[in-house]
Every structure is written in C-alpha cells, then in structure tokens.
C-alpha cells in the first residue's frame, strides 16, 4: 500500500477531550468528507470484568455469540438465544451493552457537538466473531468491500456514522476500504444520466439505478428513492467481482484498545479478520450535517438532477 495514495484518510486522535467548537465541527466535516477518525487508545470506559465477561464468550459453546444487537431506544437485545443462553449471562451482556451504548452516545455528543440536536441513535452491537473466513450469504458477508444501507430501516436521507471498539486482547481488526461514495458511484453512472426536472423522484431512482447497472428494482412502500438506490448498491457492490477484483483497496489494521469512527455509508469497507469488537451506530440527519455536499444524497441528487427524499 502507497499512504499518500489512500484516498481515506486515517485521523489520529490522540487527545479526545476537550474539545473547541471549532474544533468539532472540523473532526464533522473531515468525517462526512470520508476520513476515519480513529483513536489508538479508546475514549469508551470498558471495565477489566466486563472486558473478560466479553471475552469469555466463545464461538463454539456458547449461545451468546449470535448477531447480538442492542436496541437503545427499546432498552432491548437480540441476537441471544435466551431459552438456551443462562439467564444470568443474558442480563450480564444487557447491562453491558447499555452502558456501552450510553459511554459512546454521551461522548460523542460532547466530541460532535455540531450533531447533537440532530441524530439519533440507532442499534449498537457486539461482534464476538472470528471474522476471517465466516461462511456467510453472499450479500451478508464482511469480507466484501460494501457500502452500509439497511434492509429493513431506511434512514431517508440520514447518514449512517458508526463507532467501532476493537476489545480483543492481542489481535488487530482488519479492514480493507475502498474509494469514497463521491468517487465510486459515478464510476457506474454514465454522463447521461441527465437532469430531468419534471420526472418524479420514484421515477429518477429507478432511471439512476438503470444507469449504474443495478436494475429497476421495485421501490420498497417504505424506503425513499434514495433508500432504495443505496439498498442496492450495496447489494451491487458486494455482487460485482469485477469491482471487487480490480477497485482500490487500502488496508487499515486497528490495534486492540483503539476505536475508530466513519461513516459506512460514503466509505466502502470490508473486515477480513478480527474478532471481538463493539460498535454504535448513528443516524446523522441531513439539517445536521456541516459540509452536506459529500452525502451520498447529494451525490445521488446531483446525478439524478432531482430531489430522492
Ligand atoms: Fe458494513
């Protein structure tokens, strides 16, 4: 890998707090431009006996190991087997992921203050996992460079920020990312897709995704064009080996101990190996966003020449 050549860059924070207001709105824009803020040593609090209740969580004898969710807002998890897990365990990892859940939300708001009246907070979740040679579905895989949209959750419009922990004692965490949203997307969108003002927006999303090669999938009641367009890019993405074969790919590896921070929506990204991590996801609205030009519905609008939310 050529560092100068990574078009993602990789922001080293080494003091986290305080921070200027001037300041916050500057680590904002960086990440909705695509970078990566990441931080060697993690701001989240996690405590010695949580950590090795965590990592004490096997891959082959335990029931805790699903795709274990936590829903903040609901107070709720999911992904254990709960007839099978013992019940003491369960509200063990519940108590857990609630305070993970709380830590970051309480620090990002202070670190992103630009955000603070306009995001939300999605799911958070824990990834006991070894990721290196998962045998999972085709578009369910980690290992394939992807863009995140969410099948059952449309966002309209809201950007999709995650903040990751890699908990592992020894191993690294390992991505490969790809080219930001701004410079892939119009790599499948010929120059003719033209603006068409007085086409509706269903209509431009299906025209748009046409053009890029994805279809004309039938919009979900549910999900905005825009929803739609960024469902099945993901889904295109991760289909095309041609893509993945010959794109730009830049490793990063992160240490155990560090966190790391960007936005899965713009960055395409792919886990190759690792196990343990825990990550909180936020839904960034666009009235919040500072520099909203690098949005992925911008980009979109832009090529579409019409408004997909
Ligand atoms: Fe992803």
Known sequence: MNPGANPVPLVTIENPLPVSAEQARAWCAQLEAGDILYFPRTPIAISPDDLSFLLGQQQTDSSLHKNIAYKPNADKLSGVETRIANAAAVSRLHSIMRGYSQSVAKYLTEFLSPYRAN????????????????????????????????????????????????????????????????????????????????????????????????GSAIPSLKRSPYDDFMMRFHNFLKENTRFQAECARYPEQFPPGSSWMVYTDTVPHAVLAGQYALEQTFLVSPQALVAPQHSPLKVLESIAGTALI
């Open 119 to 214: 995001w939300s907070l999605d799911y958070a979740s824990f990834r006991p996992q070894e990721e290196q040679g998962r045998d999972l579905p085709l578009r369910r895989r980690n290992d394939l460079l992807h863009t995140d949209a969410f099948p059952t959750r449309p966002t309209h419009g809201a950007r999709i920020l995650r903040f990751f922990n890699n908990i592992h004692p020894s191993r690294t965490r390992d991505w490969v990312v790809g080219e930001p949203f701004a410079q892939v997307a119009p790599q499948f969108a010929p120059s003719q897709i033209a603006p068409r003002p007085d086409t509706a927006a269903s209509r431009a999303a299906k025209s748009l995704g046409r053009a890029v090669g994805l």
